[in-house]
């Protein structure tokens, strides 16, 4: 745990750290590679739509001594082949779900399974679920998720800029494609407990992403008044500076919904825990891994095409063809050395040679020397702390 935990404050430090940005092009591709995944399973298995969304009948009974197993085909037998659902209650009895039974079909079937399963009729309960009400769920949801998306784009776009909400938007559809094409995959009925993990690991998505835009912001202030990081180069940095915090938000994060999903859905056979815990599962973990390797790399496309950026990413690249041609490798990028950093050496330097001409004694800004070890005290952007 204790190299664990060095290893994270060098990376926030900026002592090491992994080049996201240069290769994300395989990151890219790897997303591309699971959405497909995910699209081509949901048009070739379809969802499994839960009985509120295509309309049917609930049936519970009493306690019974008959199997789910068995109930299962009785039930599926008394309805003439539709597709039944049987699940063991904690009291002993069976909640029986046939897909598309309309009320004149459920008094039979409801005579029929008090028969099989040796209960009286009167003692089982129907509730009757129509197409309709599953429709106005299923309208609700998508007007749901349009307002937040809009509302997401929005604030993103304000707080930070135009780019970042575009990028984060396209996590965000990333992280959704998966999650369904996975419910697609896996088979598990979508419910309204579907629609509820759905839209709530949007926001879970998002913190993640704001988390690494916050820092990109911070640290980019005013990046081009120095030549010692391109845009790109910056945005590393800032995946760097956060990677242990989203790692550790998200594990701590996954591992109660596991417990929700593997414990609670897989042994105790918890109903809808099933729907919204695998949601949840697959969402965390989308988007934890959409902040890192996608809407971030996407930051630094968008902002590595404008006319500024480039003729800054120019101008560092010279700099250092200059200084490898001279063998200084002080002109490299160094391990703390923030742009707020070579921006004010860059200053002081001007300032002081500015005075000496003009054969003042006044010398312009410039810091006391300080060790290695102080540099960037104090600051957001990645110094030692």
Do not use: C
């Not at 090491?16 to 591709?29: E, H, L, S, T």
């Amino acid at each position: 745990m204790s190299k664990l935990g060095n290893l994270g404050a060098r990376l926030y430090r900026g002592e090491v750290g992994y080049d996201f940005i240069g290769k994300r092009k395989i990151w890219y591709g790897i997303s591309i590679l699971i959405t497909i995944t995910a699209i081509v399973g949901l048009a070739v298995r379809g969802l499994n739509m839960g009985i509120e969304f295509s309309g049917g009948a609930v049936f519970t009974t009493p306690k019974t001594s008959v199997s789910a197993a068995e109930a299962e085909r009785r039930a599926e037998a008394a309805a003439d082949g539709h597709q039944a659902v049987v699940q063991k209650l904690g009291s002993g009895g069976l909640r029986i779900q046939i897909s598309e039974l309309d009320t004149e079909q459920s008094l039979p079937v409801q005579e029929a399974l008090a028969k099989d399963l040796n209960v009286p009729a009167k003692d089982i309960n129907t509730q009757l679920v129509g197409p309709s009400w599953g429709e106005q769920i299923a309208d609700k949801a998508w007007l749901g998720l349009g307002i937040f998306m809009v509302l997401v784009v929005i604030y993103l776009a304000i707080a930070f800029e135009w780019r970042m909400a575009l990028a984060a938007l396209i996590a965000l559809v990333h992280d959704l494609t998966i999650t369904v094409g996975v419910y697609a995959l896996v088979g598990f009925e979508v419910t309204p407990g579907t629609v509820i993990g759905l839209l709530t690991i949007l926001g879970y998505s998002l913190y993640d992403t704001v988390v690494v835009f916050d820092s990109l912001k911070e640290m980019s202030k005013d990046i081009t008044k120095q030549t010692r990081f391109t845009f790109g180069e910056m945005a590393n940095r800032s995946i760097n500076s956060t990677l242990v915090r989203s790692i550790n938000t998200t594990v701590v994060a996954l591992l109660p919904v596991a417990g929700l999903l593997f414990v609670g859905g897989g042994f105790l056979g918890a109903g809808m825990l099933n729907d919204i815990s695998l949601a949840l599962f697959v969402g965390l973990a989308a988007g934890a891994y959409s902040s890192i390797f996608i809407a971030t790399p996407l930051v630094a496309d968008f902002k590595e095409r404008e006319p500024t950026m480039k003729a800054l990413a120019k101008r560092v690249h010279a700099k250092r063809a200059a200084a490898a041609a001279k063998g200084d490798s002080r002109e490299e990028p160094r391990r703390a050395g923030d742009a707020e950093d070579a921006a004010y050496e860059q200053e002081g330097a001007e300032a002081a040679g500015n005075a000496a001409a003009a054969g003042t004694g006044v010398a312009g800004p410039r810091r006391q020397a300080d060790s290695r070890g102080s540099r960037g005290r104090g600051r957001p952007s990645g110094g030692r702390r």
